[in-house]
């Protein structure tokens, strides 16, 4: 435990995209009502196994549950008593900051302290046309935003003037949140220049590792610190997280036949939308499941040796993992959730002191 922050050393999670995809195995589509119930009671069943943070992602499309993070976490906040709750992530491009600002404060009063905010570019585009956005914006969209989000978590009265929204005069940004800040976070995923505006804004810098060898990743840790402290920020107020897809079963093999056809079915659907033929065949899906590359997929020691491998890569201190992917039964998620609370969370901790 950090004793200045009241902190665990190293924080252990779950977060949610809230994705509606048929089961492989049965050809059955949940409804969005029953995939927030499930998130949910997902939620409950983290805070009570004692893991440190629940995120919850933002969509605009039929195929996903979750529009609005802060909406469904008010829900989290009201049946849970001591995990953090995030967006994961904010598409802060195409959300004004001052509605963005003050959702995530009355969260933070209604949770006595536990909001935070994720911000992402988004890796879907939706969201730019439904909200009247032009894509051609999207940089200066996610840098004017960023710059403004972090003024009026500083400022009760904020004076501002930019491009893209009506100027601030004196406005009066309320409420409050019960923490001094919100702690803010930028997911960076495969571009450096994501990775040096968080450590230019002092932001913590969420790494969505989904595929490839480990080994590419450490550039955007070393660009992110080196940013952070060229700005002037403490280096030891620059967070690292890292964020994954993942699977838990006792056997490590069991694990990968069982998550397989959804994680396969999941990538076959995504790619269809974007106009792609893909296929994964049960090899590959080995492959990327292996200690050097990218997905949290086995057995606890499995899971557990991947996590304190990349923190001595990394020296990150927070670890969430995405465990309800491509249609799963939620009675495997929760199993899920249960092997990471109880024997990957201790473990972890244990080893890293």
């Given at each position: 435990?950090?004793?200045?922050?009241?902190?665990?050393?190293?924080?252990?999670?779950?977060?949610?995209?809230?994705?509606?995809?048929?089961?492989?195995?049965?050809?059955?589509?949940?409804?969005?009502?029953?995939?927030l119930?499930?998130?949910?009671?997902?939620a409950?069943?983290?805070?009570?196994?004692?893991?440190?943070?629940?995120?919850?992602?933002?969509?605009?499309?039929?195929?996903?549950a979750?529009?609005?993070?802060?909406?469904?976490?008010?829900?989290?906040?009201?049946?849970?008593?001591?995990?953090?709750?995030?967006?994961?992530?904010?598409?802060?491009?195409?959300?004004?900051?001052?509605?963005?600002?003050e959702?995530?404060?009355?969260?933070?009063?209604?949770?006595?302290?536990?909001?935070e905010?994720?911000?992402?570019?988004?890796?879907?585009?939706?969201?730019?046309?439904?909200?009247?956005?032009?894509?051609a914006?999207?940089?200066?969209?996610?840098?004017?935003?960023?710059?403004?989000?972090?003024?009026?978590?500083?400022?009760?009265?904020?004076?501002?003037?930019?491009?893209?929204?009506?100027?601030?005069?004196?406005?009066?940004?309320?409420?409050?949140?019960?923490?001094?800040?919100?702690?803010?976070?930028?997911?960076?995923?495969?571009?450096?220049?994501?990775?040096?505006?968080?450590?230019?804004?002092?932001?913590?810098?969420?790494?969505?590792?989904?595929?490839?060898?480990?080994?590419?990743?450490?550039?955007?840790?070393?660009?992110?610190?080196?940013?952070?402290?060229?700005?002037?920020?403490?280096?030891?107020?620059?967070?690292?997280?890292?964020?994954?897809?993942?699977?838990?079963?006792?056997?490590?093999?069991?694990?990968?036949?069982?998550?397989?056809?959804?994680?396969?079915?999941?990538?076959?659907?995504?790619?269809?939308?974007?106009?792609?033929?893909?296929?994964?065949?049960?090899?590959?899906?080995?492959?990327?499941t292996?200690?050097?590359?990218?997905?949290?997929?086995?057995?606890?020691?499995?899971?557990?040796?991947?996590?304190?491998?990349q923190?001595?890569?990394?020296?990150?201190?927070?670890?969430?993992?995405?465990?309800?992917?491509g249609?799963?039964?939620?009675?495997?998620?929760?199993?899920?959730?249960?092997?990471?609370?109880?024997?990957?969370?201790?473990?972890?901790?244990?080893?890293?002191?």
């Amino acid at each position: 435990m950090n004793s200045l922050t009241g902190k665990p050393a190293f924080e252990i999670g779950v977060y949610t995209l809230g994705d509606i995809v048929k089961d492989p195995h049965t050809g059955k589509t949940v409804s969005a009502g029953q995939r927030l119930n499930e998130i949910l009671e997902a939620a409950k069943l983290a805070d009570h196994l004692g893991l440190d943070v629940f995120g919850v992602g933002e969509h605009h499309r039929l195929d996903y549950a979750v529009s609005s993070p802060p909406v469904v976490l008010a829900a989290v906040a009201q049946a849970t008593e001591r995990i953090r709750l995030t967006s994961t992530t904010t598409v802060l491009s195409t959300v004004d900051p001052v509605r963005l600002f003050e959702d995530f404060a009355t969260l933070d009063l209604l949770s006595n302290g536990r909001a935070e905010v994720m911000a992402g570019r988004g890796a879907f585009i939706e969201s730019f046309p439904l909200f009247g956005f032009d894509t051609a914006d999207y940089d200066a969209l996610f840098e004017e935003n960023s710059q403004l989000f972090r003024l009026l978590n500083e400022n009760e009265v904020v004076d501002w003037s930019g491009r893209f929204r009506a100027p601030l005069r004196k406005a009066e940004i309320a409420p409050r949140p019960a923490q001094p800040e919100i702690p803010f976070w930028i997911g960076v995923g495969g571009t450096p220049e994501s990775a040096i505006r968080a450590g230019r804004l002092g932001a913590g810098m969420a790494l969505a590792i989904l595929g490839g060898p480990l080994g590419r990743f450490k550039p955007f840790l070393d660009l992110y610190r080196q940013a952070g402290e060229e700005a002037g920020h403490d280096p030891d107020s620059l967070r690292v997280g890292v964020t994954g897809h993942g699977f838990l079963a006792e056997d490590g093999e069991a694990a990968r036949d069982i998550f397989y056809p959804y994680y396969s079915g999941y990538w076959a659907e995504v790619n269809r939308q974007r106009g792609m033929a893909f296929r994964m065949s049960r090899e590959d899906f080995g492959e990327i499941t292996g200690p050097d590359n990218a997905l949290f997929v086995g057995s606890p020691e499995e899971v557990t040796e991947k996590i304190l491998r990349q923190h001595e890569l990394f020296g990150h201190t927070r670890f969430l993992a995405q465990l309800d992917i491509g249609g799963q039964p939620f009675e495997q998620v929760a199993r899920s959730i249960e092997l990471l609370a109880t024997e990957v969370a201790p473990a972890v901790r244990k080893a890293i002191g």
